[in-house]
Every structure is written in C-alpha cells, then in structure tokens.
C-alpha cells in the first residue's frame, strides 16, 4: 500500500487547513487509518484515529478542533484541522498498519503544517 498525504502549508493562528491521505495499491476499507504529526525535535504522536467502521478518536491536544473522515470509494481519509495554532506546526503523517500477528506499517510522506502567530 502507497499513501500519498498533501495540503499542508502555511497559515495564520486560528485558521484552518484540510489534509488528504490518498492510498493506491489496495483498499483501505477494511482497515483503521490513522494521522500522525511530528515537530521538530519531538517524537512522533498519534493525531486522530478512524476504524474501518467509521469510529474516530483524537488526542486530547485536537479534540474539538480537527476532524478525521474516510472515502472508501475514494480510497482517501481526510484531516479537517480548525483553529489551527502555532503548536499544531509539525509534519503530517498518515499510516495504516496491515496484517495480524507479524504486522506492516505503511506511512505516507509527511505534509508540513506551519502556523504562525
């Protein structure tokens, strides 16, 4: 599975931003997919989770403000980031984990996101 993630950049605190995850080379219907970011210097955290069955979760820094959503049919998850601030500045990961028992991790490429006060 190939996971391509755009639509980060640059944007004014309290602005907001949509990021895309595009996977090819398989179906992403059955599976969690998941957001990560990472700042510089930081290690990298989960942002927001959504099972195969559409159930999300989020990290407390984001509750209220970010929403995660899935096209199957697009084979595309989404990150609605709202009132974005500056600690929201990292880059952007979107993951799927496959398999049961020996597990892969698949990661898209990162997208920046810098937001300036």
């Known amino acids: 599975v190939q996971l391509q993630a755009s639509g980060g950049g640059l944007v004014q605190a309290g602005g907001y931003l949509r990021l895309s995850c595009a996977a090819s080379?398989?179906?992403?219907?059955?599976?969690?997919m998941n957001w990560y970011r990472q700042a510089p210097g930081k290690r990298r955290d989960l942002v927001a989770t959504?099972?195969?069955?559409?159930?999300?979760n989020y990290a407390d820094s984001v509750k209220g403000r970010f929403t995660i959503s899935r096209d199957n049919a697009q084979n595309t998850i989404y990150l609605q980031m709202n009132s974005l601030k500056p600690d929201d500045t990292a880059v952007y990961f979107c993951?799927?984990?496959?398999?049961?028992?020996?597990?892969?991790?698949?990661w898209g490429q990162g997208t920046q996101v810098t937001v300036s006060s």
């Open positions: 080379g398989g179906s992403i219907v059955n599976y969690a």
């Open positions: 993951h799927t984990r496959r398999g049961a028992g020996f597990t892969v991790d698949y």
């Open positions: 959504i099972s195969s069955g559409g159930g999300t």
